[in-house]
């Protein structure tokens, strides 16, 4: 039976096609997909804060009637929120302190699917997931994270191996 799929063309072809496809996306390298997801992430919450500060009295007026995030006053999560978004954005997009700017996003994340959107679950276990990934591996090889490591830090700083 293994003979005679081996030999017949009609089974070997399609194996060698995904072999080869599998094989090329293989190649494809790690770092590529640690800045696309930071600019994925950067592109969800850079507009957020962007539109909060464009328009204050708005949001404050967001986080007293709509948010209500516990235990902070509205005037304070505002702040927060808005300053998380845009300096975390801004960091993951140069790839800077990456793991430390993944952290308040995630706190975010996690803040608005229990108390604001629970009803938004599959958009926060995506941006989550990203964040996660980000937060364990690093920035990857096309960051400032990278390029300040010898100096700076470890090693591998801004990617993992494995």
Do not use: C, N
């Given at each position: 039976m293994v003979a005679d799929v081996q030999r017949n063309p009609a089974i070997s072809m399609p194996r060698h096609l995904v072999?080869?496809?599998?094989?090329?996306?293989?190649r494809v390298p790690r770092s590529l997909h640690q800045f696309?997801?930071?600019?994925?992430?950067?592109?969800?919450?850079?507009?957020?804060?962007?539109?909060?500060?464009?328009s204050w009295e708005s949001t404050i007026a967001l986080?007293?009637?709509?948010?209500?995030?516990?235990v902070l006053a509205p005037a304070v999560a505002a702040v927060m929120a808005t300053t998380f978004e845009l300096v975390c954005s801004a960091l993951l997009i140069v790839?800077?302190?990456t793991r430390l700017a993944t952290l308040p996003l995630l706190g975010q994340t996690l803040t608005i699917q229990l108390f604001v959107y629970p009803q938004a679950w599959?958009?926060?276990?995506?941006?989550?997931?990203i964040l996660l990934f980000l937060?364990?591996?690093?920035?990857?090889?096309?960051?400032?994270d990278h390029l300040l490591a010898p100096r700076f830090g470890p090693q591998d700083a801004g990617q993992s191996n494995y």
């Open positions: 072999e080869t496809a599998s094989d090329l996306l293989g696309l997801f930071r600019l994925a992430i950067a592109s969800v919450f850079l507009p957020a804060g962007l539109l909060k500060l464009a986080f007293q009637d709509e948010y209500k995030v516990p790839g800077l302190a599959h958009e926060h276990l995506v941006w989550g997931s937060l364990t591996r690093g920035a990857g090889t096309f960051s400032m």
